[in-house]
Every structure is written in structure tokens, then in C-alpha cells.
């Protein structure tokens, strides 16, 4: 059964929630949040379509397989790992640039890391929700 | 600069993985292309050769875990080059050979992947000069082996060769890690070139020694298929025949051999060393003959041959007396460039007639008179008779055997026996294909590609030019490897052809007219099953299996009990599992209860913790699942207050958003699970409390415990905080041991939780596959 109403507002609240999961993983390391709560809230907001519209419509609003989410954060962590040996330093040494952001602070390969770790995170939680949710009753 | 070791080895593998590409586009013409990168690595191999006839070793390092003391060092001396010669000169002549005998096969850029990957394995074992960097390589040669012998994965028989061949030589390569480690520590260096500098009477006298010794053994004696574990090798001929006549001519099984004569100098001091490998070389000789009689498939004639030489090259290496170490690197030599070429003419037949049956095969020298020839020479050299390099190999194992310590005679008689049934089966696998009327096989034979000959042929004109003139490859290639087994060689003669009217010319005779004679009555032998019966039957292979089947009920029974598929169990085992290890470690520890520190209590703290415990409590006593769900994030939420009021922010909105969506989880799976009609018994759950209160209580005495103690000082935290903004650019110490201190872990844990996710979505998919079958 859909609810009208749950329906609408969780399309509402999806933008809301993505902004607000960037958030945390960009003012992560100076400030409460970072890759896995963001990836959490990242996974919440694709969770209630689920909920709200079904599995197979959140899947179509996600674009991407949550299997292959995994597979690319994981790829993103290892990248961000392999920039200290390509200037040949041990691997996952941490590298900044010059420049500082506002919100951010100093952006450099521990962002890339954590932002590995959100997409890692919001792909594992997509994974299980959306093969629960499609599971038939026993 | 090293410009050919690493390059070459490094070539080998990066071709490997360029064949399945190339193999798309080039087709059936990707062997004789890919064949030219073994060829180029040979030739550049070779420019080595004067530095080591100069005495002089070839070294390269490159640091890997240098805390441990393990590095990426090579080192090429004469040893290592006569087998990086060997295995890349026959590599060329295999992959050739690969070229026609697959033609057409679907997989052959897998194929190639995998004997690249073999060789390359291959090659960096016998340059490596670190011992773990040679017990990697080791596996990875079992490894890639088990790819190559499991090559038709559709047979069933293969499969099982396959694994039983990576069970054996992988389960001795890891006694052997044992063996490396422990010698490793007892001589202080786990680098090859430097134990060999090493007086051996300094730690030869270690209690642990004997063991790191035997372990050792059992690796080299696993891989070069040395009685007991003698059996995968015949097993393993269920591969292509490419493979079998690069793994069990001049690679795989040389690997062991080439072990004991690598450590022969650091090892054969011991007197262990003396009567363990000389009688299990000297039996895995005789019993590889005499087995192998009893066979009438051209490729297990082979095999078993083979195991009677390495039975003779280990038995060489046991004798150790610089005349036995100078045979057994002429005998390497002079098989590995017959055996290869028998292996690929026996791969020739079974392809044009379809059968490999000595008994079924006959008067193919016309058909296919190239194949013919160079099996014939092969044999010829196989048999030891003069004028070939075999003969030369023959006469220096006899006249090792005559000038050995031992048992009088005991060495000689086992070796002229072994020797005559090696020239019976020397005739089996050569000539009797190819002489005599021709019978019809299964297939109209014709002549193969000359991809197929080139090899053999080649290495036939070899073994007759080494054969020729043997001071040759004497002087450039078996003197610098002799020199590097024996420190101090004794002078030894130029090998030559001719020695004159010796004993061991004489026992040479003997074997021949003795062989002649158990040629003779081999088709008799062929035909006592009876006998071979027997032997099979209380063979070791039977243990193997008896051991496996035995070791996979075993698991299973494992399995069963401790993953019996009720999360509350699990629970459970793990509750009681780290309350007994922390209760047992708690009485050392000093206890003392300090208030002191303690913060006041708030009014929101105390609440939070009533908060905790009244929903506990209504989890406990809930009727209804939901009610216990929602009563559990009641539970998650005041922990999340707590963290809040404890300065944990970042814990706090994690545990929130876990318990977000753990309700999330609760409500998809709540439709779908059964009604609680069956309430746990009272038993049950007295028994669940005391756990939980017990498990609880050591918790918050650990806490209480850990609060006094100072591990570091200053603390960790403290280092922590202070470095945080100015080594990491962040504020948040907890995201920045996360993303950067402790960034290692965090992969780890992303890995890991990828892989849990991943087994969770199988575990969906296979109850659903189950549910409704697909369609045909």
C-alpha cells in the first residue's frame, strides 16, 4: 500500500537529506560527522523511498547498483591510499594542498579517504535494505 | 642497474597477463609471437653466464618489510643461472609447442596466462635470495600449477589431480615457511647469499635445528614428489600436455631438488641430512621404475620415469661428496631436455591418434617422421647410451655412486637396477610408437605442426651437442653451478666423453644388457595386474584420500555445532567465550574503585541511564516483537544521550543513525518472520539473565579497571589531541584517526563490512534462487 503523503514528502526530504549527508562528510574532520555518518544519512534517504515507494523505485532514483557503490568506494579508498607512494611515501600518508575552503578546511587525500568511506558505507546499507525489502514473505 | 634479472622475470608475468588480450586477436598464431618473450629473457639470461664462470654472483635488492627483515633480494649465482636458463629455454620450446597442441581451444589466452604466471613464479624461485621471498614464489608456482594441471576443469579427474597436487606441494610448502622461519632465527639472516657465508657448525648444533631441518625436507620433498607423497605427480598428467612436459621436466618438480642443492651447503652438515635424504631418494628410485612398468599410458610411463629420476637427483644430493653434487646438476641437465622432449612428442601422438597406449601404438615413424626422430634421440639420451648427453649424466651417477659412502655395493646395485628398467621404459616411450608394423589407432596419424617438432627436435640436437662435446656446457654451465653448492670444490676433471675403461664404463655395459633383457620381458610385467593391484591398494595415496574425506567430515561436524544458524546461540558461545577469558586474566589485575575523579551526576545523565534500563527491562518482558523493537531503540537512544553528554558527539549521531536504520532493517524484515508463539522456557531464561548480568558486570568492572590504568604516558589520547590539527589538518581527533592515524584499520573495516554485505545479499538471493528455481 503507498501513502500519498509519505510518498511526497520523502521525494522532499531525499534532496534535503543527500545536502545534509555532504555536509557531514565535508565538515567532517574538524567538526561531529565525517564518511560514516554521512553515508548513513546518504543510505536513510534512499531508505525511506524505499519504504515510502517501493524497492524498485528507489533503485531507479539511486542510478547506480548499490553492489557496485561498494565497489567504487572501495576503489576511492585505495586511490586515496595510493597517492603517498606515488610521491613515494608509505601508503595512506596523508597529503594537503595549499589551499584552504571554508567548511572544509584543508582539503587533501583524507577527504578522498572519508569520502571512500561514505560512499562504501551508503552501498553496504543500500545493499541489505533493498534486498530486504524485495524479499517475499516466508 | 639491473637490466636483465627483474626485467626478465617481470616480462614473463606482464606477458601473462597480456595473452587472454592478444589472444582475441591474434588467435591460433598468439603462441609463436608470445614465444619470443621467453626466447629474449633467455638470451638475456645468458649474458649473465660469464659473470658467474668468473665466480662472481649477481646481486639485486630492493627493501620490502625490512622491519623484519625480509626483502626483495635476488641473487643469481651458478645454481640459480642453470635453472633460469633452463626453465626459460624450455619455457620457449613449451610455449611453442602450446601452439598447436591447443589449437583451437577456446582458452588458450587463459592458458597462457597461467604458464606465464607458472614460469615467472619459476624463474624468481630459483633468483631469490630471501628465504620468505622464495617460500612466496614457492606457492605461487603451487598455485599456478594447480591452474595448469586443472586446465580441462570440466573433467572431473582433473579437478581432483588438480587439488590434490596444490594440497600436497601447498601443505609442504607452509612446513617448509615453518622450516625457513626457524632456520631464520637460529642463524640470524634470512637472506640465502649470506647463510651461505655462514660457518654451518655455528648453529648446527641448535636444539631446533633437527626440525627446521625436516621441515625443510618435507617441502622439498612434497614438490619434487619424493615417496611418500610420490603419488600426485602421475595424478597430474591429467594436464595438457604442455604442461606436463614443462612442470614435470624442467620446472615444478625440480623446484624441490633445486631447495636441497640451494641449502645443501647450510643443511648437509647435519647428520640427519645423510640418512634421511639419501634413502628416500634412493627408494623413490627404484619404486618410480618399477611402478612406471606396470603402466602402458605413454604419459604415466613418463611420470613414473620421472619420479625415478628425481629420486636419483635427490639421492645425489644426499650423498653430497662433490663428485655426487657434479652428477646431479649433469643428470638435471641432461633430463630436463630429454624428458621435455618425450613429454611433447608422448602430447604429438595422443593428439594425431588418439590414444596414448603403448600397446595400441605402432610403426608411426613414417607418419610422423619428425616426431619420431626426436623422440628417438630423447630415448636414446633417456637410456644412456654414448654420444648423447645422457650417457655423460649416466656415467658421472655411477661413478658418484662408486666413490660414496655407504653400504658396500648397496648405492651401485640399487642404481644399475634402476637404471636397466629406465632403459626399458627409455625404449617404451621412444621407440615402440614409432617401430615395428604399424597399427591402427583410433585417429589416422599424421605429421603435427611444426610448432609441435620444432621443440623436441631442437632440444634433441642439444642433447646431442652437449653430448658431443659436454666440456662445453661443463665449463659454462655446470661448473659455476657445482661451485656454488660445494664452497670449496675439489678440483674436478673437464667433463668429457670418454673415461677411459672404468668401473663405471663397465657397470654402463651392464645396464645396457640388463636392460635390453627387462625390455624384453616388459610386455610380461605390463600384465601382472595383480601385483600393481596390491601396490595401489596400500599405496599412500589411499591415506591422502582416506585423510581428506576424514578432514572435510570433520569440518562439516565443526561447522555444524558452532554455526548452527540461530543467532541467539552464536550470542551465547561469544557471551560465555569473553567472559571466561577476561574473568580469567581479571584476578592479576590490581582493582581499586577511585570516586574521586567521578563527574557529579546530572540530572539528564541519571535519566538517561533510568531510560536504559527501564526499556531493558521491557524488552525482556515484551509480548510482541514490535514492542521489543521499539523498546530496543529506546535503549540505543538513551546511549546516544550519554555519549552526548560524555563529549562523543560523532558517537552519539552515529549510534543514532545506526538506530535510524536498524528500525529501517526491523520494518522490512517484520512481515516476514513468524509470530513469537514459542516463548523461551524458564530455564532458558534464568540462564540468559545470569549470563547477561555476569557478561555486563565484568564489562563495567573492565571499564572501571581500565580507567586507572595508564598503558602510556602521556597517554595515547593526549598524543592524539596535540597532533591532530597540526600533523592531519583536522580538529576532529575521532575523523582523524579514523581517515589518517589509523587509516589502515579503516580500510580493513570498510573491507570487511563490503565482504559481510556482500554475503548477506548471497544469502538473500539463495533463498530466493531456492524458492523458485529458474526456468528452463
Known amino acids: 500500500m503507498r501513502s500519498l503523503i509519505l510518498d511526497t514528502t520523502s521525494r522532499l526530504l531525499m534532496g534535503l537529506l543527500l545536502m545534509f549527508s555532504f555536509f557531514l562528510l565535508l565538515r567532517g574532520h574538524n567538526l561531529p560527522g565525517g564518511g560514516f555518518a554521512g553515508g548513513l544519512v546518504a543510505a536513510s534517504a534512499f531508505a525511506l523511498q524505499a519504504l515510502s515507494s517501493g524497492p524498485s523505485a528507489a533503485r531507479e532514483r539511486l542510478f547506480v547498483d548499490p553492489t557496485m557503490l561498494i565497489g567504487i568506494g572501495l576503489l576511492i579508498v585505495l586511490v586515496a591510499g595510493l597517492f603517498g607512494p606515488a610521491f613515494g611515501l608509505p601508503f595512506l600518508t596523508g597529503l594537503w594542498g595549499d589551499t584552504s575552503l571554508p567548511l572544509i578546511g584543508d582539503p587533501g587525500t583524507p577527504l578522498l579517504f572519508d569520502a571512500g568511506v561514505y560512499v562504501v558505507v551508503m552501498g553496504i546499507s543500500l545493499l541489505i535494505i533493498f534486498n530486504l525489502a524485495e524479499e517475499e514473505g516466508v | ?776
Open chain 2, 1 to 776: 642497474m639491473d637490466m636483465v634479472l627483474l626485467p626478465g622475470i617481470a616480462a614473463i608475468f606482464l606477458t601473462g597477463f597480456v595473452a587472454p588480450l592478444a589472444a582475441r586477436r591474434l588467435g591460433d598464431r598468439l603462441g609463436v609471437f608470445l614465444a619470443l618473450v621467453p626466447l629474449t629473457v633467455f638470451a638475456a639470461f645468458s649474458t649473465l653466464i660469464p659473470v658467474v664462470v668468473a665466480g662472481g654472483t649477481y646481486q639485486v635488492v630492493l627493501p620490502w618489510v625490512p622491519a623484519l627483515g625480509i626483502s626483495l633480494s635476488f641473487f643469481v649465482d651458478g645454481l640459480s643461472l642453470l635453472f633460469l636458463l633452463v626453465i626459460s629455454g624450455v619455457g620457449t620450446f613449451i610455449v611453442w609447442y602450446a601452439a598447436g597442441y591447443l589449437q583451437g581451444d577456446r582458452g588458450l589466452g587463459k592458458f597462457y596466462l597461467y604458464l606465464f604466471s607458472f614460469m615467472g613464479a619459476m624463474l624468481g624461485l630459483v633468483a631469490s635470495d630471501n628465504l620468505i621471498l622464495l617460500f612466496v614464489f614457492w606457492e605461487l608456482t603451487s598455485i599456478t600449477s594447480y591452474l595448469l594441471i586443472g586446465y580441462y576443469h570440466e573433467k572431473e579427474r582433473s579437478r581432483a589431480a588438480a587439488l590434490q597436487a596444490l594440497l600436497v606441494t601447498g601443505g609442504g610448502g607452509l612446513a617448509m615457511l615453518a622450516g625457513f622461519i626457524l632456520l631464520g632465527r637460529i642463524a640470524g639472516t634470512y637472506e640465502i647469499s649470506t647463510l651461505l657465508e655462514l660457518d654451518p657448525s655455528g648453529f648446527i648444533g641448535h636444539a631446533l635445528f633437527p626440525v627446521a631441518l625436516v621441515l625443510i625436507l618435507l617441502g622439498a620433498f612434497t614438490k619434487s614428489a619424493q615417496f611418500p607423497f610420490h603419488f600426485w605427480l602421475p595424478n597430474a598428467m591429467e594436464a595438457p600436455a604442455p604442461v606436463s612436459a614443462f612442470l614435470h621436466s624442467a620446472t615444478m618438480v625440480k623446484a624441490g631438488i633445486f631447495l636441497l642443492a640451494r641449502l645443501h651447503p647450510v643443511l648437509a652438515d647435519h647428520a640427519l641430512w645423510l640418512s634421511i635424504v639419501a634413502p628416500v631418494g634412493a627408494f623413490t628410485m627404484c619404486a618410480g621404475v618399477i611402478l612406471g612398468l606396470g603402466k602402458r599410458d605413454l604419459k604415466q610411463i613418463l611420470a613414473y620415469s620421472t619420479l625415478s629420476v628425481l629420486g636419483t637427483l635427490t639421492l645425489l644430493l644426499g650423498l653430497g661428496t662433490p663428485l655426487a653434487i657434479k652428477a646431479c646438476m649433469i643428470y638435471f641437465l641432461a633430463h630436463a631436455l630429454y624428458k621435455a622432449a618425450l613429454f611433447m612428442t608422448a602430447g604429438s601422438i595422443d593428439r594425431e591418434t588418439g590414444t596414448r597406449d603403448v600397446d595400441q601404438l605402432g610403426g608411426l615413424r613414417f607418419k610422423m617422421p619428425f616426431t619420431a626422430g626426436a623422440a628417438l634421440i630423447a630415448a636414446w639420451s633417456m637410456a644412456g647410451i654414448p654420444l648423447l648427453l645422457g650417457f655423460v649424466s649416466k656415467e658421472y651417477f655411477y661413478k658418484a655412486l662408486l666413490d660414496a659412502d655407504g653400504p658396500p655395493y648397496l648405492w651401485e646395485i640399487l642404481g644399475v637396477g634402476a637404471s636397466m628398467v629406465m632403459f626399458a621404459l627409455a625404449v617404451l616411450a621412444g621407440l615402440r610408437p614409432y617401430f615395428g608394423k604399424l597399427v591402427k589407432t583410433p585417429k589416422p596419424p599424421h605429421e603435427v605442426p611444426w610448432t609441435m617438432w620444432i621443440g623436441p627436435v631442437m632440444l634433441g640436437v642439444l642433447a646431442i651437442y652437449f653430448g658431443m662435446v659436454p666440456g662445453w656446457p661443463g665449463d659454462f654451465l655446470i661448473g659455476p653451478a657445482v661451485q656454488a653448492i660445494q664452497a670449496n670444490p675439489a678440483p674436478l676433471s673437464r667433463l668429457a666423453l670418454w673415461h677411459g675403461w672404468n668401473a663405471a664404463l663397465f657397470l654402463s655395459i651392464v645396464t645396457v644388457l640388463g636392460g635390453l633383457i627387462v625390455t624384453a620381458l616388459s610386455r610380461k610385467v605390463r600384465s601382472a595386474e595383480g601385483f600393481y593391484g596390491v601396490l595401489t591398494r596400500v599405496g599412500p595415496e589411499r591415506a591422502y584420500e582416506r585423510g581428506l574425506a576424514g578432514f572435510l567430515r570433520f569440518s562439516a561436524r565443526l561447522t555444524r555445532l558452532i554455526q548452527n544458524g540461530y543467532l541467539r546461540n552464536y550470542i551465547l558461545v561469544i557471551g560465555i567465550f569473553t567472559a571466561l577469558l577476561l574473568l580469567s586474566r581479571m584476578p592479576d589485575t590490581p582493582f581499586r574503585m577511585d570516586f574521586s575523579r567521578m563527574v557529579p551526576p546530572t540530572v539528564l545523565g541519571v535519566g538517561a541511564c533510568a531510560l536504559i534500563v527501564a526499556a531493558s527491562v521491557i524488552v525482556c518482558r515484551a509480548q510482541t516483537r514490535f514492542a521489543a523493537i521499539v523498546s530496543l531503540g529506546v535503549v540505543g537512544l538513551g546511549l546516544a544521550i550519554l555519549f552526548f553528554l560524555f563529549s562523543a558527539p560523532d558517537l552519539a549521531m552515529t549510534q543514532i543513525l545506526v538506530e535510524a536504520l536498524t528500525i529501517v532493517l526491523f520494518v522490512l524484515a517484520f512481515y516476514k518472520l513468524p509470530l513469537m508463539t514459542h516463548r523461551s522456557s524458564l530455564v532458558t531464561r534464568w540462564r540468559d539473565a545470569i549470563l547477561a548480568i555476569g557478561f555486563g558486570g565484568i564489562m563495567a568492572t573492565m571499564a572501571m579497571i581500565a580507567f586507572h590504568f595508564e598503558v602510556s604516558q602521556p597517554p595515547i589520547s593526549t598524543f592524539m589531541g596535540e597532533n591532530s590539527y597540526p600533523a592531519a589538518h583536522g580538529r576532529n581527533v575521532v575523523n582523524v584517526i579514523l581517515v589518517d592515524f589509523r587509516a589502515l584499520d579503516t580500510l580493513g573495516e570498510v573491507t570487511v563490512l563490503a565482504i559481510a554485505a556482500l554475503g548477506i545479499y548471497a544469502m538473500l538471493k539463495f533463498r530466493r534462487s531456492k524458492k523458485d528455481p529458474p526456468q528452463p
